[in-house]
């Protein structure tokens, strides 16, 4: 399903109807300028490295003349050239210190163009793209992206492995200035001299020595001084919900928290949370890879979501964030489509279970039925409580159980998780826990744990699994026994309704597998069954279907098709399925400073990652 509205209030205008005599919209700028700091970047680079490129009878003269700065003019533009390049990106999302970097990079371009290669052009179009960027100044307001010193580090492997390739092929563009045949670990050896300023084994005749010289030193030096900046420059942390935030919060959800299932997991507190003008609604949100995610509905009173979602605009416009919202309900949906301009795509359906309508009769819930009951009879025995309910040393034997039980290397979960299990201030949620006392026990750290599953509150009378984790020498089943369980004990609760997982692309398996599906609906339920190997897409559905649940859509809310690459790389790495973060020493060393979502096991038949898929 594919809601679109009309775009009129978003400022949109079909790319049709646009005349170049008119110039590029402001809003187009940005890219355009980037794009082109781009080209001008490579132009400048190619200068400083390639002899062909910048040769010129005036070029030749120069080189020649006493108190010559061709070996400098290189250097400057194959510096200038790399910044530029680096710049491209954060001009292209408005960001306003790249803007400033740019505006005094490029003048320095323009004459390292001139005095090196002498080409007017290159000195036209490098000046001429500076007074573009100058004219439209206004358009590049965006604030920083939060940062850590931890950026420092990656720009040094990163900015150093490319000044180490960029360096070989300086030494090796000069084939006929070179004195004998030197190997490859001579040239490699010649660049580690030269970006530290010293001499090294391959030699030259003629000036080209100082050029190469200087080129390496100027690559060198661009490693250690934007390394140095980036250690050094003010860190602009992740926001983080506050304690005054939580419990404004948790006062909205106490009174609306009924109308959406995924509304408490707005409690995580790696997220930052924006607040309609009349503290009424709150949108929390995280921001991955220069996306700023929103998960699930606005939070609080429907009449004062336009004013949170406005403030959420807002805060992506100001840092140029794409703006995004994963598993929102179709009411969300609506909203946030009337109120931006956005488009929304159905991603997939939650599996919702009436506790009233439940019941292990039938030839539909046979096979759960066949499960449960075998595993009673071997011996196993369940417990459904509040987290209140339970002890503190049980419950730190619960949480080092989830934790050690864990089936990946990451954590995993964001949009559909809480983060956290047994917090005092969340005594509201449910755990149930199977137990079975054996010989194995005897030496556990677990006692006769062997599996648990952790609901949040869903309103007062709902609640949402949030993560199911399980000993791996326990019996297959764990979770089918414990779900039936946490339904059958629901209305000693006062749980009338039940959220178990959310199944991507599940209309689309489900149409695939009727009878007469067309060809496209069978290719495409090909495909997602093929990428179940990696993202448990099949298994999960098949997983929900179990309990004849009824589905609720969810939605993906977007600003253009070209977005969806962007977000979909975004919500990977905030659900934990794709990591580029710092090497896993550091990341653990870090990882103790704040708190981390608790993790989701994979769906692999013996356990589930809760609420993701």
Not at 136 to 142: C, G, I, Q, V, Y
Not at 537 to 563: G, H, M, Q
């Amino acid at each position: 399903m594919s809601i679109t509205l009309d775009r009129d209030k978003s400022g949109l205008v079909p790319r049709a109807v646009r005349k170049l005599v008119r110039g590029p919209r402001p809003e187009a700028v940005p890219a355009l300028v980037g794009t082109a700091c781009t080209f001008v970047g490579l132009i400048d680079v190619a200068a400083g490295v390639f002899p062909r490129f910048r040769h010129s009878r005036m070029h030749t003269l120069a080189e020649v003349l006493p108190g010559a700065l061709g070996p400098f003019a290189a250097a400057l533009s194959l510096s200038a050239g790399v910044l530029l390049l680096l710049l491209a990106h954060g001009l292209k999302r408005r960001k306003r210190r790249a803007w400033r970097a740019a505006v005094a990079l490029l003048p320095a371009g323009a004459a390292a163009q001139f005095a090196y290669r002498h080409s007017v052009i290159g000195t036209v179009v490098s000046l001429a793209l500076c007074y573009l960027l100058v004219r439209h100044r206004n358009e590049f307001t965006a604030l920083p992206d939060p940062r850590s010193r931890w950026r420092a580090l990656a720009n040094f492997v990163l900015l150093g492995a490319g000044s180490l390739g960029l360096g070989l092929v300086i030494v090796s563009v000069h084939p006929g200035r070179v004195v004998g045949n030197p190997s490859i670990a001579d040239r490699l050896q010649h660049v580690l001299y030269g970006m530290f300023g010293f001499e090294g084994p391959v030699e030259y005749a003629g000036v080209t020595t100082w050029t190469v010289a200087y080129s390496l030193g100027a690559l060198g030096l661009l490693t250690a001084v934007t390394t140095i900046y980036l250690a050094f420059r003010p860190e602009h942390p992740a926001a983080r919900l506050t304690e005054e935030d939580e419990v404004r919060l948790r006062a909205l959800l106490d009174k609306h928290g009924g109308r959406d299932s995924l509304g408490h997991f707005a409690l995580r507190r790696d997220k930052g949370v924006v607040f309609s003008p009349s503290g009424k609604a709150a949108v929390c949100y995280r921001v991955v890879s220069g996306v700023m995610l929103a998960s699930g509905d606005p939070i609080g009173d429907v009449e004062a979501w336009p004013g949170a979602i406005e403030r959420f605009m807002d805060e992506a416009k100001a840092h140029s964030w794409t703006p995004a919202v994963m598993g929102c309900s179709e009411t969300g949906g609506e909203v946030w489509t009337r109120e931006t301009g956005l488009d929304a795509l159905e991603l997939g359906d939650e599996a919702v279970v009436d506790v009233a309508d439940f019941s292990l009769a039938g030839r539909a819930m046979r096979n759960v039925r066949q499960m449960v009951k075998r595993i009673e009879r071997a011996g196993y025995e369940t417990r459904v409580r509040r987290v209140r309910d339970i002890g503190e040393t049980e419950l730190a034997r619960i949480r080092r159980a989830a934790a050690d039980w864990r089936g990946t290397d990451t954590e995993r979960g964001f949009s559909m998780a809480l983060g956290r299990i047994g917090d005092p201030a969340d005594g509201d949620c449910v755990i149930a826990t199977a137990h079975k006392a054996d010989e194995r026990t005897a030496d556990s750290s677990y006692g006769d744990l062997k599996a648990v599953i952790h609901f949040v509150p869903w309103g007062t009378d709902g609640m949402s699994l949030e993560l199911m984790r399980r000993d791996r020498s326990a019996d297959p089943g764990m979770n089918e026994l414990l779900i039936v369980a946490s339904l059958q004990d629901a209305p000693r609760l006062g749980i009338e309704r039940i959220s178990l997982n959310f199944a991507m692309f599940r209309s689309a398996l489900a149409r695939g597998e009727r009878l007469g599906a067309g060809p496209v609906l069978r290719g495409w339920r090909g495909l997602l069954i093929f990428l179940s190997r990696w993202f448990q897409i099949e298994s999960l559905y098949k997983f929900n279907a179990k309990f004849c649940p009824r589905w609720e859509p969810r939605f993906v809310v977007y600003r253009t098709s070209r977005d969806l690459p962007r977000i979909s790389f975004a919500a990977m790495q905030a659900e934990g399925f794709v990591n580029v973060g710092m090497p896993r020493p550091f990341a653990r060393r870090f990882a103790s400073a704040r708190p981390l979502p608790c993790a989701h096991a994979p769906v692999t038949g013996q356990e589930h990652g809760a609420r993701t898929a």
